[in-house]
């Protein structure tokens, strides 16, 4: 059974950092894709980040580029989003997925097909 679970969400002030991780269980980590999604209240869920576990290729949404960084560490089927100089604007529940494939701007447009618990980060301003 695939599982996700999302941890490291939290309050941090604007400007500020937090390192959000979804430990993964079930499926065999390297043949899939891992992605962060989020949805704030009365928003769209937006692809945030996706990772290949194949080859370690990345996605990013234009939002985020250069302030979040994805990675991963196989040993401990762990995926990791580090998000620096916050804004109120990444506000939202993040949510980890995974899908088996790895087309990274199809998956993490599209959605991908399994999905674990949010985690809720608030940015105050």
């Known amino acids: 059974e695939v599982q996700l679970q999302a941890s490291g969400g939290g309050l941090v002030q604007a400007g500020g950092s937090l390192r959000l991780s979804c430990a993964a269980s079930g499926f065999n980590f390297g043949g899939y894709a891992i992605g962060w999604f989020r949805q704030a209240p009365g928003k769209e869920r937006e692809g945030v980040s996706c990772?290949?576990?194949?080859?370690?290729?990345?996605y990013y949404a234009d939002s985020v580029k250069g302030r979040f960084t994805i990675s991963s560490d196989s040993a401990k089927n762990t995926v990791y989003l580090q998000l620096n100089s916050l804004t109120p604007e990444d506000s939202a529940v993040y949510y980890c997925?995974?899908?088996?494939?790895?087309?990274?701007?199809?998956?993490?447009?599209?959605?991908?097909?399994?999905w674990g618990k949010g985690t809720l980060v608030t940015v105050s301003s």
């Open positions: 997925a995974a899908d088996w494939d790895t087309r990274l701007r199809i998956v993490c447009l599209g959605g991908m097909l399994y």
């Open positions: 990772i290949s576990g194949a080859d370690g290729t990345t």
